[in-house]
């Protein structure tokens, strides 16, 4: 079974930077789907960037211009990088992918933006 194992993220001022990146730990060469998703406190899950088998991307209203996912299927990586972070980036931030049909989904990392 794949699992997602997340890494990066915690702590930056308002207008800093961070990067997350997840490594799936088994064959993704199926991976439809390859994303991030964010959840803070009293909030729904909302999408954050996603990144499809055919290249294109789609991105958050509230994060367009400013993040950027990114992906390496030979390394079995999805990644985001995100800039002019403000406090409203703060969240756990889900990797999400689905391979052969399933959604997988990472444990989750704390982003905090906050002075």
């Known amino acids: 079974q794949v699992r997602l194992v997340e890494s990066g993220g915690g702590w930056t001022q308002p207008g800093g930077s961070l990067g997350l990146s997840c490594v799936a730990s088994?064959?993704?060469?199926?991976?439809?789907?390859m994303a991030w998703y964010r959840q803070s406190p009293g909030k729904q899950r909302e999408l954050v960037a996603g990144?499809?088998?055919?290249?294109?991307?789609k991105y958050g209203d509230s994060v367009k211009g400013r993040f950027t996912i990114s992906r390496d299927m030979a390394m079995k990586t999805v990644a985001l990088r995100m800039n002019s972070l403000n406090s409203e980036d703060t969240a756990v931030y889900y990797c999400f992918m689905v391979v052969r049909g399933t959604d997988l989904w990472g444990q989750g990392t704390q982003v905090t933006v906050s002075s």
């Open positions: 990144i499809y088998s055919n290249g294109s991307t």
């Open positions: 088994g064959s993704i060469y199926s991976a439809t789907v």
